[in-house]
């Protein structure tokens, strides 16, 4: 029986710093933004996986496969040194205007996530649209105790800072037409 009450003891002990080290949790953003434009319109600019041009952080698309699953894009992007960022299309359903996407490849540095996935819906009628854009990832640094760079604070906030940009920069050019 002692040594039943010291097993227990200890495992009792060790569980808080086991909780502590399981290192990083997948972390979400979703951002969604009204569009005074029909929901059609708005799929044909965002349906085109291998033109990426309505992201304004991109400079270049070189894109394979069209929007079929499977097919994939390099994004340059605009400043210094022209980093990429590569992309698989995994989800495609035309009728329910949804597309969901990963990043295969990208610095950190670039972009602080790690096995990203990303969906992107457009809702709405003849009039106006809805644009849903969310992400689940995991933070810059996968191991524990992060820089703060690549912690999940920045990790956030470099998502939701494109993810608005983005949408804003959408809004503004369909609205324009």
Do not use: C
Not at 1 to 9: D, N
Not at 136 to 158: I, K, M
């Amino acid at each position: 029986m002692l040594k039943r009450l010291s097993a227990v003891a200890a495992v009792l002990v060790l569980l808080p710093g086991a909780a502590l080290a399981h290192g990083p949790s997948r972390l979400k953003v979703t951002e969604t933004i009204e569009i005074a434009a029909p929901a059609d319109q708005v799929w044909a600019r965002l349906a085109k996986f291998d033109d990426a041009s309505w992201i304004p952080a991109v400079a270049k698309t070189i894109g394979t496969g069209g929007s079929a699953v499977g097919a994939t894009r390099v994004l340059t992007l605009k400043g210094e040194g022209a980093p990429t960022v590569e992309e698989e299309l995994t989800k495609i359903d035309a009728e329910a205007k949804t597309l969901t996407y990963k990043i295969t490849k990208v610095d950190p540095k670039v972009l602080p996530v790690n096995n990203y996935s990303s969906t992107i819906k457009v809702s709405g009628d003849a009039s106006k649209s809805t644009v849903e854009w969310k992400a689940g990832f995991y933070r810059g640094y996968p191991n524990n105790d992060p820089p703060p760079e690549l912690n999940d604070e920045a990790s956030e906030a470099a998502v939701k800072g494109l993810y608005t940009a983005t949408l804003a920069e959408l809004k503004k050019s369909l609205e324009a037409k």
